[in-house]
Each structure stands twice: as C-alpha cells, then as structure tokens.
C-alpha cells in the first residue's frame, strides 16, 4: 500500500523559513509526477506544488518565488523549501501524487503555522 510520511513542519514567524519533507512508499517512484497540497482550517485542499520525473516544477501563483519544490529519487523523497512565509502559508501540508489514483491515502501531513 503506498504511503506518504510528512514531516519538518513547525512555528515560524512571519518571514522565516521552513523545509518540509516527504517519504513516499511507491515502487517506481521516479516516474510518478509528485505534488505538495495544504489545506488550511475551513478551506478545501488545495495544490501547491509539483514536480515530474524529471525535475520539472509548476507551483500556485500565492507561492511562487518563495517556495521550491525538490525530490530525491533514491531516496523516494520530495522536498518543499518554504521561504518568505506568511500568515496565510499556514495549513497542514501534505505530499502525494501530483494526480491522486482513486482511493488513494493520504498521510498525517505536518503542521505548519505562520505567526509572531
């Protein structure tokens, strides 16, 4: 069964930095287009950021500029180097496939909170 663990999240001030990190449990790995998702209280999931294969990225007009996504595909890992953050950045961020097969999990995701 594929599954996502997310971590590296936390409490940042406003205009701080943050990496998350992703381990994803999927054979073949380095052919599945992988994405970055958050989704703050009250409010549907939304996309943030994807990666194919091969390294190429695509990210959500509120994000670009500041964030960079990145994977590892030894290592079966994603990455989301976060800086400038905002308060409007917090949400709980979690990794998948950039186009979830139906019936897909999703894992815990990991805190992130922008504030002073």
């Known amino acids: 069964q594929v599954q996502f663990v997310e971590s590296g999240g936390g409490l940042v001030q406003p205009g701080g930095s943050l990496t998350l990190s992703c381990a994803a449990s999927i054979l073949n790995f380095a052919f599945y287009e992988m994405a970055w998702y958050r989704q703050a209280p009250g409010k549907q999931r939304e996309l943030v950021a994807s990666?194919?294969?091969?390294?190429?990225?695509n990210y959500v007009d509120s994000v670009k500029g500041r964030f960079a996504i990145s994977r590892e595909n030894v290592k079966n890992a994603v990455f989301l180097q976060m800086n400038s953050l905002k308060p409007e950045d917090t949400a709980v961020y979690y990794c998948n496939h950039r186009y979830p097969p139906l019936g897909q999990s999703w894992g815990q995701g990991t805190q992130v909170t922008v504030s002073s």
């Open positions: 990666i194919t294969g091969g390294g190429g990225t």
